[in-house]
């Protein structure tokens, strides 16, 4: 891997030992495991394909020249967090953790189940162009084992998180109430045209078009709420932390809204551990490829410009 994008890396602190860096539109977290012992920690997902090489850099502008995680934990194994891991875990010989429920999606065995783009808002406009395969992570992908147990974050738990994917996990810190959200939830409103840029902080439902169980995703987030957790960080979003946190949260689990139109809305997609196992029936998509594409590229070239601004400005990491 070309090592020479060190300027590029980005990276902020969402709680003590746990650092952000977002490319594009979706967030990588690296935790420090145990915490406060510089140089040991794990990488939470990896951004979409070709997002390595940046990933790397923030992880050597905070850990040194060479250094590499004890691990890779994916919340889940979509194209925009999964999409790198193959690269890091061979770059870095170190093992990729997920749910055993994920793991047909992480060893080339099942796509996951076609995205919704008729689900109404401004990502299910771009996700036309988002794709939905497997990937196959060879030796590197290993099952977490079933007690919520993480042996390379001390400190730390998973939970069961499903809805968005069968086998979604987010993970939690009891110690200090820190909450690494993934999918289940998103911080930013993901249907929103100019919250695409503008990235205001809001608890929003999980990303919807690739989000194929709409009943497990509302448990899943009553769950989360009943955690009370003081910092909330997503795979879509800044970070949400301040005292009235556990109560936002809750209120948005007591209000949680499902779309009312869409493939998955009224009959979910049936997953077990050979992966998808039924789906329902597609639904009428009458927009072209062609202006979704053309939409798409936009907001990618604005989200783009807001980075590159964002980095001039001397937004880097700040512990
Ligand atoms: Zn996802
Ligand atoms: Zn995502």
Not at 39 to 63: C, H, L, W
Not at 73 to 79: A, C, Q
Not at 111 to 128: F, N
Request: glycine share 8%.
């Amino acid at each position: 891997m070309s090592k020479n994008l060190k300027s590029n890396a980005d990276l902020s602190q969402v709680a003590s030992g746990v650092f952000h860096t977002k490319i594009v539109f979706v967030n990588s977290y690296f935790v420090d495991t145990p915490e406060n012992v510089p140089g040991s920690f794990v990488v939470i997902d990896t951004g979409m394909p070709y997002s390595a090489v940046k990933i790397q850099n923030a992880v050597e502008n905070r850990y040194g020249a060479g250094t590499k995680p004890t691990a890779i934990i994916l919340t889940h194994g979509h194209f925009d967090h999964a999409g790198s891991a193959l690269a890091l875990a061979e770059e870095w010989n170190v093992p990729v953790y997920a749910h055993r429920l994920e793991m047909a999606y992480l060893t080339g065995k099942s796509d996951y189940p076609p995205q919704d783009p008729t689900v109404g808002g401004a990502i299910a406009q771009m996700s036309r162009l988002f794709p939905h395969g497997g990937y196959d992570l060879k030796n590197h992908i290993h099952a977490l084992p079933e007690n919520g147990e993480i042996e390379a974050m001390r400190g730390w738990r998973y939970f069961h998180t499903p809805g968005h994917t069968a086998g979604h996990i987010s993970l939690w810190r009891e110690n200090d109430r820190v909450l690494l959200a993934g999918d289940a939830l998103t911080t930013m409103n993901l249907d929103s045209w100019i919250s695409q840029i503008t990235e205001k902080k809001e608890f929003c439902s999980p990303p919807k078009p690739f989000t194929t169980d709409w009943q497990a995703a509302r448990r899943s987030v009553e769950m989360l709420a009943e955690l009370e957790p003081n910092v909330v960080a997503a795979g879509h979003g800044n970070a949400i932390n301040g005292a009235n946190t556990p109560q936002k949260l809750k209120e948005f689990a007591r209000n949680f809204d499902a779309p009312r139109k869409g493939r998955y809305v009224m009959s979910p997609a049936i997953a077990d551990e050979s992966g998808v196992v039924a789906l329902p029936p597609p639904v009428t998509d009458t927009v072209k490829v062609a202006s979704a594409a053309v939409a798409a590229g936009a907001i990618v070239a604005a989200i783009v410009r807001r980075n590159r601004k964002e980095l001039k400005s001397g937004e880097n990491f700040d512990e």
